[in-house]
């Protein structure tokens, strides 16, 4: 391994010391940018999540009184201190808002994507480092402009993060759709214009400032997640501008692109005529289905990563590793039309859309099955980051399987709407993106702070976190077969949901269980900047990957005054005949220990 | 021996042993790619751009398969349009055309005629707006209307930017920054600005066959 001590002081020969405001807030640097969105991300995270407590509050307790939470927000409670129906479906909306674009997007993409593409490809910065800051500070704003959705009279905006038309484009139309839905478009195109700049750099740093001998099928995995991830948001994100330009002259130019003729507002017939409100459908979920891959893509890359380290093996079958995320994001443009199938759009069409669907999972499970062959047999290393990539695997088959019945319009078209749905997507693309997040954080905290977090408080962390999100989300299948809606405000209304409220009791009990876990993390994370154990040597866990080249914490321009050069891919863990079960990406030749 | 190196020894699926792992594959990584940094990003975001126009105009198709779909007359002064913006980008062309023979002033004419088409074109689409307006086709009175101004405004929009981008070429060419053997900035620029008229040509048939 090469020396901790030197390497610092040629960094910052490179670059010129900045003042603090330079170095650490209007930084043009990826490493710092990518840290500011991993922090706004989180506090994004708690604000979302804080919102499905609420929920699950009025879930659990139907009928039940909270006057302490009523004296804090007096709009959203009546007299007695009961939730308001309104304001309930607000939280819906806003708790997937927030946690789809704000949380895992933004922390993925913006978070790890920023951070690691430079150091992982041997770069000192991204091609545009300008740009990359102004995505960050377009994304602030944006996170802002949602959070401000909540504080606005008339609350957040009712239709979901889905926004349907034409809920969505009649401003009269709900309390929470006039300011508050305005807020919300507003939010959603700002952070296309982030994203959209983010990806532009990831794409041009990805493909022309690989350093020497980086070919492409060297790449880790995390790289051709970011990259296939950056062009499914290149793709993806303009079409859900075009239709948000559409919403939003619909809202305010009087155009009916998608009002329909014959819809009484207010006891009045409202002057809009001839538009589709499916067309919105359309757009939105070519769109929306991308996104969920946008969201599970770099989630797949860093677990791979994480566990072929702790596995001390090469991830099995890399090159179908990369065809696979390849196959899953040419597909995933296909198969939008899998959330419309009760909207009345045509049977057949229905039936192809199924096809398709399934057809995704082929190569999802070439992926679990490699990621299987790569834990066959290991002996598997239990850190935090190992053990949250292990739980990604788990919780992607659990959330997955359940897609293959949500993808035949057959079964869909029982359990559409219900909390079956939303068991199978919390499972699939948020809890376990969620759990490959946290793989990442533990993994490359002493990369980004030179400090390890807290290895005890991690495993409890991940031990409750898993018992937890099983708690809550396995249920919820039996909830949705049984027939709960989703979005529904109180379920004790219908008398056929009244003898399965003990799981929602159970459920509303695990969520604040798993959410409890998450401050063991957040106090970790933050005590651990200050106070955790000190990183004295460039490669804690004994990676191959070019990132661990460089000290902990990376200084200015990440690399000495030479760039390193690759000479393999970057799996060689165990290598046969090798001194150490391990040779990094820069290892020169055949080692000389070698005997076959 | 480890069940790897069995497994690799059979030829299966597994990725190549770490023998002559001594530089590889001849890939020399970032250095190869075709385009540069600037022209790849100008790509990417053509990309998103025509994803934006492609998400605007399956809506128009759509919404033109309905039954309730009323045309509106396109105003003739579009035509005209059309070929300003076309003459535009010529003489971009041309400008291009001086620059890789070492002639200064002749970039910055020809720029500045560019930039002036350019400017000419979108006072006549707001011209085209007017006689709308004048004849009484608003935004919102049918959905071909509605589509006619939203298309041309977002496009026009692209071209203000277009302009924007323009001047920082221009003011280049004004320092005498543009050479025969580089001129980056004026290369992709003009791949931006003829992309516009691509799309302008687009939008334009798409609003003409309704």
Redesign the interface.
């Known amino acids: 391994m090469t020396d901790t001590h030197g390497h610092h002081h040629e960094d910052e020969h490179a670059h010129p010391q900045l003042g603090f405001w330079r170095k650490y807030v209007f930084s043009t640097d990826h490493k710092v940018i990518g840290i500011q969105y991993l922090i706004t991300a989180m506090a994004m995270a708690v604000i979302g999540g804080t919102l499905s407590l609420l929920m699950r509050l009025q879930l659990g307790w139907p009928h039940g009184s909270f006057p302490f939470l009523a004296s804090l927000m007096p709009k959203a409670f009546d007299s007695q201190g009961h939730m308001d129906a309104g304001f309930y479906l607000s939280l819906v909306t806003m708790h997937g808002t927030i946690m789809v674009f704000f949380l895992f997007t933004a922390v993925l993409t913006g978070g790890f994507g920023n951070f690691l593409i430079p150091l992982q490809?041997?770069?000192r910065d991204m091609?545009?480092p300008f740009l990359n800051a102004l995505s960050y500070w377009i994304f602030l704003l944006s996170c802002v402009v949602i959070f401000s959705a909540l504080l606005v009279e008339g609350g957040a905006p009712l239709g979901g993060w889905t926004a349907y038309a034409p809920l969505s484009a009649l401003p009269d139309a709900g309390p929470g759709q006039g300011t508050g839905m305005t807020l919300w478009i507003t939010a959603i195109a700002l952070f296309t214009a982030s994203g959209?700049m983010g990806?532009?750099n990831y794409?041009?740093t990805i493909?022309?400032?690989?350093?020497?001998?980086?070919?492409?099928?060297?790449l880790p995995l995390t790289q051709w997640s970011l990259l296939i991830t950056a062009v499914l948001g290149?793709?993806?994100?303009?079409?859900?501008?075009?239709?948000a330009?559409?919403l939003v002259?619909d809202r305010v130019?009087?155009?009916?692109?998608f009002i329909p003729?014959g819809i009484i507002l207010g006891g009045k017939l409202i002057e809009h005529?001839?538009?589709?409100p499916l067309?919105w459908q359309?757009?939105f979920w070519?769109f929306g289905h991308p996104e969920v891959y946008i969201v599970i893509l770099p989630a797949m890359g860093i677990a791979s990563d994480i566990l072929a380290t702790f596995c001390r093996?090469?991830i099995?079958?890399?090159?179908?590793m990369v065809y696979a995320m390849a196959a899953i994001s040419g597909l995933s443009f296909i198969v939008w039309g899998h959330h419309m199938f009760v909207s009345g759009m045509s049977p057949f069409l229905g039936s192809v859309f199924t096809i398709t669907t399934l057809l995704i999972a082929v190569p999802s499970a070439v992926k679990t099955f490699n990621w299987l062959g790569t834990v066959w047999?290991a002996r598997i290393q239990f850190t935090s980051a190992g053990l949250f990539s292990i739980g990604f695997i788990s919780l992607f088959v659990s959330g997955g399987l359940s897609g293959i019945f949500l993808g035949t319009s057959a079964a869909d078209i029982q359990l559409q709407d219900t909390y079956f749905v939303v068991a199978h997507f919390h499972l699939v693309m948020a809890i376990a993106p969620l759990f490959a997040a946290y793989a990442g954080l533990y993994y490359w905290f002493p990369k980004m702070f030179g400090r390890f977090m807290n290895e005890t408080a991690g495993k409890i962390h991940f031990w409750a976190s898993f018992v937890g999100v099983y708690c809550v989300f396995f249920p919820m299948h039996i909830l949705g077969i049984g027939g709960q809606m989703r979005r529904i405000y109180d379920p004790l209304n219908y008398a056929f949901l009244q003898p399965q409220q003990v799981l929602n009791v159970f459920v509303s009990i695990s969520a604040f269980f798993l959410a409890s876990a998450q401050i063991v993390f957040l106090v970790n994370f933050f005590v651990s900047i200050w106070a955790g154990k000190r990183v004295t040597e460039n490669n804690p866990w004994k990676a191959t990957t070019l990132e661990w080249e460089t000290p902990c914490p990376t200084g200015h321009g990440n690399f000495g005054p030479e760039l390193p050069v690759?000479?393999?891919?970057a799996?060689?863990y165990?290598?046969?005949g090798?001194t150490e079960d391990f040779?990094p990406q820069t290892?020169?030749?055949?080692p000389a220990a070698?005997q076959? | 021996?480890?069940?790897?190196?069995q497994l690799r020894r059979r030829g299966s699926?597994?990725?190549p042993?770490?023998?002559?792992?001594?530089?590889?594959?001849g890939?020399?990584?970032?250095?190869s790619?075709p385009?540069?940094?600037a022209q790849?990003?100008m790509w990417?975001?053509l990309?998103?751009?025509?994803?934006?126009?492609?998400?605007?105009s399956?809506?128009y198709i759509?919404?033109h398969g309905?039954p309730?779909?009323?045309n509106i007359t396109v105003p003739r002064i579009v035509w005209a349009n059309t070929l300003v913006l076309f003459a535009s980008s010529v003489a971009l062309e041309f400008a291009r055309q001086s620059v890789r023979r070492n002639q200064p002033a002749g970039v910055r004419q020809w720029m500045a005629v560019s930039g002036i088409l350019g400017i000419s074109f979108l006072v006549g689409q707001v011209i085209a707006w007017r006689q709308l307006v004048s004849a009484g086709v608003?935004?919102?009175t049918?959905?071909h209307s509605?589509f006619f101004y939203?298309l041309t405004g977002?496009h026009a929009l692209h071209l203000v930017g277009g302009l924007v981008g323009l001047g920082v070429v221009f003011q280049k060419a004004f320092a005498n920054k543009l050479t025969a053997a580089n001129y980056e900035s004026l290369k992709v620029f003009s791949l931006y600005w003829h992309f516009m008229d691509v799309v302008w040509i687009y939008c334009f048939l798409l609003l003409l066959l309704a």
């Open positions: 490809i041997g770069a091609a545009f959209l990806g532009l794409i041009t493909l022309t400032m690989r350093t020497k001998g980086l070919s492409m099928m060297r290149l793709l993806a994100f303009p079409v859900l501008l075009a239709a330009i559409l002259f130019g009087g155009t009916s692109f003729g005529t001839g538009g589709h067309l359309h757009l070519f093996k090469p099995f079958s890399y090159k179908m047999g690759v000479h393999r891919w799996f060689d165990s290598p046969p090798a040779l290892a020169p030749a055949v070698r076959h | 021996m480890s069940v790897l190196s699926i597994l990725p042993p770490p023998t002559n792992y001594d530089g590889g594959s890939d020399s990584g970032g250095g790619f385009l540069s940094r790849l990003g990417v975001l990309t998103a751009i025509i994803m934006l126009f492609a998400g605007l399956s809506a759509v919404l309905l309730q779909w009323q608003y935004l919102s049918t959905i509605s939203v977002v």
